[in-house]
T-cell receptor
Framework: DTEVTQTPKHLVMGMTNKKSLKCEQH?????MYWYKQKAKKPPELMFV???????INESVPSRFSPECPNSSLLNLHLHALQPEDSALYLC?????????????FGPGTRLTVT | KQEVTQIPAALSVPEGENLVLNCSFT??????LQWFRQDPGKGLTSLLL?????REQTSGRLNASLDKSSGRSTLYIAASQPGDSATYLC?????????FGTGTRLQVFP
């Protein structure tokens, strides 16, 4: 099974709301990633977790807060977002974060901030 | 610093044609190169991954080649079909993250 699942598929939130995105994989992968993708642009890396520890934060604003409760689950907590944060948020996983193994992506969450 | 570019940016062809998508990278010291497909508003589907020690990989009608000395990878799609319409992205890893190319938007019409 090479599936990464993400919920919800779509999310509309106001600038004062708090919401969370969820990502799950059961491939035994120990590296998980959050990407942000704007229309007609390639994905941009936000965070990397390796063995449940945050290993890369690409200078993402603190209104985005990642969490990795266990090796299969990755959350992205959202608070006080801006309209320009509207985008497709993609989760990915790979066997390990130290060696560049093949990355597998989820279907994404389409986020709209109003 | 690794930079990845893709040519052409967009391509529209009738079905049945054989296609070549190009990916260029500036740093030849790559570990591997991964090709993805993305349908509009969807996630990325991994198509092929070529290790630096390999020259090509094949999956069905897809063939990807890698030439590190020239800093190029090519995705060849044989006998294209309307279902191949999507954006194709190449990516190379650099210090724990993937560096993506700019993408090629492909449309195959009946």
């Amino acid at each position: 099974d090479t599936e990464v699942t993400q919920t919800p598929k779509h999310l509309v939130m106001g600038m004062t709301n708090k919401k969370s995105l969820k990502c799950e994989q059961h491939m035994g992968h120990r590296a998980m990633y959050w990407y942000k993708q704007k229309a007609k642009k390639p994905p941009e890396l936000m965070f990397v977790y390796s063995y449940e520890k945050l290993s890369i934060n690409e200078s993402v604003p603190s209104r985005f807060s990642p969490e990795c409760p266990n090796s299969s689950l990755l959350n992205l907590h959202l608070h006080a977002l801006q309209p320009e944060d509207s985008a497709l948020y993609l989760c990915a996983s790979s066997l390990s974060g130290g060696i560049p193994y093949e990355q597998y992506f989820g279907p994404g969450t389409r986020l709209t901030v109003t | 610093k690794q930079e990845v570019t893709q040519i052409p940016a967009a391509l529209s062809v009738p079905e049945g044609e054989n296609l070549v998508l190009n990916c260029s990278f500036t740093d030849s010291a790559i570990y591997n190169l991964q090709w993805f497909r993305q349908d509009p508003g969807k996630g990325l589907t991994s198509l092929l991954l070529i290790q630096s020690s390999q020259r090509e990989q094949t999956s069905g009608r897809l063939n990807a080649s890698l030439d590190k000395s020239s800093g190029r990878s090519t995705l060849y799609i044989a006998a294209s079909q309307p279902g191949d319409s999507a954006t194709y992205l190449c990516a190379s890893p650099r210090i724990g993250k993937l560096i993506f190319g700019t993408g090629t938007r492909l449309q195959v019409f009946p």
